[in-house]
């Protein structure tokens, strides 16, 4: 498994990849995740009355601010020049929970996977700080990887 391992030497000491013999090329990834809620919760939140603001605006802008600082949170993870990053979060009112979906994008040489996935997490964790008071019982859930385009490795689209 550790050859396998990019971030691993052939010691088994922990490294920061070297992508710079790497070509740049356009790379693209989706994440997704859950906060699910009680019915009435996610009812307070779509009709503004949060006592925070609003829940799904702040959490998107949440979500675009922590893709950019990725690097910063994440050890070994390479700072890159993000070209996009977007943040959409949609009601499922029958499931009683918001579904956050984020897409980053970049010309580099190296994926942009942990951002979208670190623009979800935050985004979701904003929702869940911004209704707690409301509702302890809310519960993050399901985040993941949908999709990655570019890349040596190629393309990645989750089953099912």
Request: charged share 25%; net charge negative; aromatic share 4%.
């Amino acid at each position: 498994m550790a050859d396998r391992l990019t971030h691993l030497d052939p010691s088994g000491d922990v490294r920061m990849v070297d992508v710079g013999d790497k070509p740049g090329t356009v790379r693209e990834a989706t994440a997704e995740g859950w906060v699910r809620m009680r019915r009435e919760t996610l009812e307070l939140a779509l009709a503004g009355n949060a006592k925070k603001g609003n829940v799904t605006a702040t959490a998107e802008i949440a979500g675009i601010m922590a893709a950019k600082r990725t690097a910063e949170l994440i050890p070994l993870c390479h700072p890159i020049a993000l070209s996009s990053v977007k943040v959409e979060i949609a009601a499922d009112q029958e499931a009683g929970a918001f579904h956050i979906v984020a897409s980053a994008r970049t010309i580099g040489q190296t994926g942009v996977e942990m951002e979208a996935l670190t623009a979800v997490s935050v985004a979701c964790l904003t929702i869940y700080d911004m209704l707690k008071a409301v509702d302890r019982d809310m519960r993050v859930d399901g985040i993941s990887l949908v999709r990655k385009t570019g890349g040596a490795s190629g393309d990645y689209f989750r089953a099912g």
